[in-house]
Each structure stands twice: as C-alpha cells, then as structure tokens.
C-alpha cells in the first residue's frame, strides 16, 4: 500500500520561506517522478514542481527561482523550499508519485497523491 503524508503547511507573511516535506511509503519501483501540485479554491490543481528518480527537476514558470524541490532517498522524503512567498502561492499543495516522465498537466500520469497541506500567504 502506498502512502504518502504531506507536512509542513502553515501561514506566512509575503516574502518569507515555508518547506513542505512529503514522506512516501510503499513505493518500490526503481524509476519514478515525484511531484508538487497546488489547488486554489475555485481553480484547477496546477503542477508546481517535480523530481525524478534521476534527480532531474522541472518548475513550473510562476515558481521557478523561488521554489526548490529535493529528495532523499534514504528517508524516502520530497521536499519543496519554498522562498520568497507570494498571496498568490496560498493553496492546498499535495505531493504525488508519477511514472518516470510524468508531466504535470497529465494528472492521469500521476498514481498516487498524499492528503495536502495548506499554505496560507497573507500580503
């Protein structure tokens, strides 16, 4: 059974830093993509940032240069450092699990999600 658990939600003035720490388990293959989305009320879940098993990231425009996405493998965690918050970044964000090149905008790609965590940024 795969799970994945989001932490690391919170509010925070515009300008300032959050991390977002996402813990999987049961995942066992080898090649996969790693994946931040967002969802606004009243908007569409939008991909924000993605990690590969080669470590390769991609960014969505709006977030690139203030949001960084890691892994480590050993604790089998995806983090999202995000700097230099905007009100416009306030949403629920999940993490997700996708095949190895899995894209944002195909949410059918991406199996598995965790329950989100809010994040709230206020101007």
């Known amino acids: 059974q795969v799970q994945l658990v989001e932490s690391g939600g919170g509010s925070v003035q515009a300008g300032g830093p959050l991390r977002l720490s996402c813990v999987v388990s049961g995942y066992t293959r080898s090649s996969y993509c790693m994946g931040w989305f967002r969802q606004a009320p009243g908007k569409e879940r939008e991909g924000v940032a993605a990690?590969?098993?080669?470590?390769?990231?991609s960014y969505a425009e709006d977030v690139k240069g203030r949001f960084t996405v890691s892994k480590d493998n050993a604790q089998n965690t995806v983090t999202l450092q995000m700097n230099s918050l905007k009100p416009e970044d306030t949403a629920m964000y999940y993490c997700a699990v996708g095949r190895f090149n899995a894209v944002f905008a195909v949410i059918s790609e991406w199996s598995y999600w965790g329950q989100g965590t809010q994040v709230t940024v206020s101007a």
């Open positions: 990690i590969d098993s080669d470590g390769m990231t």
